[in-house]
């Protein structure tokens, strides 16, 4: 059981403010109220230098970074399980692993795009390997997929606050997280109106993979409040 919610509400910067024990969760209220949608597949332009609609890469190209060791062995295991009918690049991943570097911290590219990314027009289907097996297994990609894969566009920063407490950020995604500046990223979907067209609220349509980041009293405070204006 999770300590109870301190209903404190503040709108400082655009931010919602629910404590949780020791956790101050700060969420970008303007965000999650919006209507911002995934377009893979449906119009997205992928982060190369260059919109590039028909590669079918989305934000895939730059391959996953793994959160820590726990998480970069459950992906080599759940790799190993994945049916080659279903994993365009399981050659790759049985000659060279899925890995970029023996760090073990990120995953491999592979023509361009995650080692895990089936392209556009494969047979065993396009998207990620892992997602689609978690699909068809009846799990929740959440489940399967790298932390970083099933929480974009959400983005939690974590700062020491005072009293040994801490301060979660929770957020969208932005051009300078990804680490890309200027002309080298040549769109960003959560930045414009493009991917702004969805018929229900990010604090629904991302509800399971914020519930699984902040846990289900935090959410559900949340959803309330956004839902009660």
Known sequence: MRANLRSVVTMEEGMEEIHDGETLWRFERDFFESRWTCLWGRGCLGIGSEPAEHLGLGCCSVGAELCDVDEARMTAALAATLDPARFEHHGEAS????????????????????????????????????????????????????????????????EPGPDNTEVATVRRWTRSD????????????????????????????????????????????????????
């Open 95 to 158: 000659e060279r692993g899925i890995f970029s570097d023996g760090a073990r911290n990120h995953t491999r590219v592979v023509d361009g795009a995650c080692i895990f990314l089936n392209r556009p027009g494969f047979a065993g289907g396009s998207g990620c390997a892992l997602h689609l097996a978690a699909i068809e297994a009846g799990e929740s990609p959440i489940d399967w997929k790298p932390s970083v894969c099933w929480q974009l566009p959400i983005r939690v920063d974590w």
């Open 178 to 229: 990804w680490g890309i500046e200027g002309e080298e990223m040549a769109w960003c979907c959560t930045e414009g109106p493009l991917a702004y067209v969805a018929e229900s609220p990010v604090v629904d349509s991302l509800g399971a993979a914020l519930a699984a980041i902040t846990g289900t009293e935090v959410y559900l405070e949340l959803r309330r409040r956004i839902k009660a204006e």
